[in-house]
C-alpha cells in the first residue's frame, strides 16, 4: 500500500471554527490531491498541488484554502466551517501526470 | 467539467456482463478508471491514454475513443468481489494534472 496518512479520521466540530486536515505522503510524489465525497456527486476535486508551494483551485474550492511547505504534507482548511462541508474528504497521491492516483483512507468531517 | 457516468446503478446476477460509460464534453488526454468499496477509499483499475487504446487484465478491460470522449469500461463474467462503486476520472492535457471523477456507477454483484 502506499504510504498515505490522512488525519484526523473523524472529526466533529461546530459551524464558524476552523479546520485543519492533514495527509501526510511518505511516498515522495510530486502530486497530491484533495477531494470531498458526497453521495450523488461522486468524488469532486477541491484544491491540488504539483510541487512544494504549487498549488491550484479544483472544482469546489471557495472555503477551503490548502498549503504545502513540504512534499510530504499537503494541508488543507476550511477558514469557517458550514454544515455545507459536512463530507468525507479525501486526500490522494500521484508520482507524474496520468498516472496512477493512490487514495488515503479518508476523513469524515461533521459540521454541527 | 465532472464526466458523465451511465449508468448511475446497475445490478447484476454473478456470471453476467456489465458495461459502464464515461463521456465528456472536453477533449481529454487520459481516461482513469477506479473501484470503491462501502466505507473504503478508491482504488485504480487502469488508466488509458490519448491515442484510443484498450486495456484489460484478467476480466475487467477499458477502451478510450478520444474522438468522441469516451471510455466505456467492460466488466466480463462478473464476480461478487466486482460489487462496488466505479468511477471515471479525466485529465484534459498533458500539462495539466488536475483529476476530475465522475459521479459513480454502483454496481451490485447477486449470487
Same mark, same amino acid.
Given at each position: +500500500?502506499?504510504?498515505?496518512?490522512?488525519?484526523?479520521?473523524?472529526? *466533529?466540530?461546530? &459551524?464558524?471554527?476552523? /479546520?485543519?486536515?492533514?495527509?501526510?505522503?511518505?511516498?515522495?510524489?510530486?502530486?497530491?490531491?484533495?477531494?470531498?465525497? +458526497?453521495?450523488?456527486?461522486?468524488?469532486?476535486?477541491?484544491?491540488?498541488?504539483?510541487? /512544494?508551494?504549487?498549488? +491550484?483551485?479544483?472544482? /469546489?474550492?471557495?472555503?477551503?484554502? /490548502?498549503?504545502?511547505?513540504?512534499?510530504? +504534507?499537503?494541508?488543507?482548511?476550511?477558514?469557517?466551517?458550514?454544515s455545507?462541508? &459536512?463530507?468525507?474528504?479525501?486526500?490522494?497521491?500521484?508520482?507524474?501526470?496520468? &498516472?496512477?492516483?493512490?487514495?488515503?483512507?479518508g476523513?469524515?468531517?461533521?459540521? *454541527? | 467539467?465532472q464526466?458523465?457516468?451511465?449508468?448511475? #446503478?446497475?445490478?447484476l446476477?454473478?456470471? !453476467?456482463?456489465?458495461?459502464?460509460?464515461?463521456?465528456?464534453?472536453?477533449?481529454?488526454?487520459?481516461?482513469?478508471?477506479?473501484?470503491?468499496?462501502?466505507? !473504503?477509499?478508491?482504488?485504480?483499475?487502469?488508466?488509458?491514454?490519448?491515442?484510443?487504446?484498450?486495456?484489460?487484465?484478467?476480466?475487467?478491460? #477499458?477502451?478510450?475513443?478520444?474522438?468522441?470522449?469516451?471510455?466505456?469500461?467492460?466488466?466480463?463474467?462478473?464476480?461478487?468481489?466486482?460489487?462496488?462503486?466505479?468511477?471515471?476520472?479525466? !485529465?484534459?492535457?498533458?500539462?495539466?494534472?488536475?483529476?476530475?471523477?465522475?459521479?459513480?456507477?454502483?454496481?451490485?454483484?447477486?449470487?
Amino acid at each position: +500500500d502506499a504510504g498515505i496518512t490522512q488525519s484526523p479520521r473523524h472529526k *466533529v466540530t461546530e &459551524t464558524g471554527t476552523p /479546520v485543519t486536515l492533514r495527509c501526510h505522503q511518505t511516498e515522495n510524489h510530486r502530486y497530491m490531491y484533495w477531494y470531498r465525497q +458526497d453521495p450523488g456527486h461522486g468524488l469532486r476535486l477541491i484544491h491540488y498541488s504539483y510541487g /512544494v508551494k504549487d498549488t +491550484d483551485k479544483g472544482e /469546489v474550492s471557495d472555503g477551503y484554502s /490548502v498549503s504545502r511547505s513540504k512534499t510530504e +504534507d499537503f494541508l488543507l482548511t476550511l477558514e469557517s466551517a458550514t454544515s455545507s462541508q &459536512t463530507s468525507v474528504y479525501f486526500c490522494a497521491i500521484a508520482t507524474h501526470m496520468n &498516472t496512477e492516483a493512490f487514495f488515503g483512507q479518508g476523513t469524515r468531517l461533521t459540521v *454541527v | 467539467q465532472q464526466p458523465v457516468q451511465s449508468p448511475q #446503478a446497475v445490478i447484476l446476477r454473478e456470471g !453476467e456482463d456489465a458495461v459502464i460509460n464515461c463521456s465528456s464534453s472536453k477533449a481529454l488526454y487520459s481516461v482513469h478508471w477506479y473501484r470503491q468499496k462501502h466505507g !473504503e477509499a478508491p482504488v485504480f483499475l487502469m488508466i488509458l491514454l490519448k491515442g484510443g487504446e484498450q486495456k484489460g487484465h484478467d476480466k475487467i478491460s #477499458a477502451s478510450f475513443n478520444e474522438k468522441k470522449q469516451q471510455s466505456s469500461l467492460y466488466l466480463t463474467a462478473s464476480q461478487l468481489s466486482y460489487s462496488g462503486t466505479y468511477f471515471c476520472g479525466t !485529465e484534459r492535457d498533458s500539462s495539466a494534472s488536475k483529476i476530475i471523477f465522475g459521479s459513480g456507477t454502483r454496481l451490485s454483484i447477486r449470487p
